[in-house]
């Protein structure tokens, strides 16, 4: 389907369904992925030999995304099972989740609660919307794939796809940990670590959104200058 095709039915959804609407609650639950990358497989090898259910504890792991007009937050649920505290945040870890983060149209925030800093980065992820569609919880929801560059300490700035499905006729530009910026909001997502998807929506008015804490803001220039000097240095250290 071209594109301008697409443009035109996430409008007209948009300024249908759930014009009324200015915000709502989403749960999500995850599933821990496999693949060939060997410094995944060795960490999930010393995970589970500490922890032998910690597999079985990211399965069960929950999160929330609150949403309106302005802005999000996500954030992880209290964990439900037996696991101790420890195990909840490694199995956390493994399917990517770290910090609770907020978003508005522009950027993301995370909240770093060991260091008390926030840092901010642009949403600018490269996602190309596809034509293909399938239901999600009786909503309608189209697939895009996005880029996202992070650095890596071997090889330097790397790609990595993410798969979002996300819903125009539930016009918010957010989603799960801290993608978004798609004309709907993401009900499953996958990363290279873990998808989440959707268990539970209620979308209502007068959805508050909890105000990031007062403690010091890292911009995206500090950060991007914080890994240029982390390569430099990770590259002497392997000419030496």
Known sequence: MPKHL???IFLIFSLTSFSQTKGGEATYGVTYLDDDNENKKKLKEIYVSMLPNIETTANELS???KFNTESSVFYGNVFEGIASSNEVSLAQGMVGYAFKTWQNKESYYRHNEQRSYIFQKTKNFEWQITSESKT??????????????????KVGRVKKAIIAWFCPEIPYSYGPLHFGGLPGLILELQTTQAVYGLKSITLKDNIEIEKMPNVYLKTEEEILKEEQVFLEEYNKSKNK
């Open 6 to 8: 697409l443009s035109i």
């Open 136 to 153: 999600i919880d009786n909503f309608l929801c189209y697939k895009a794939i996005g880029f996202e560059t992070i650095t890596n300490k």
């Open 63 to 65: 999160f929330t995304l």
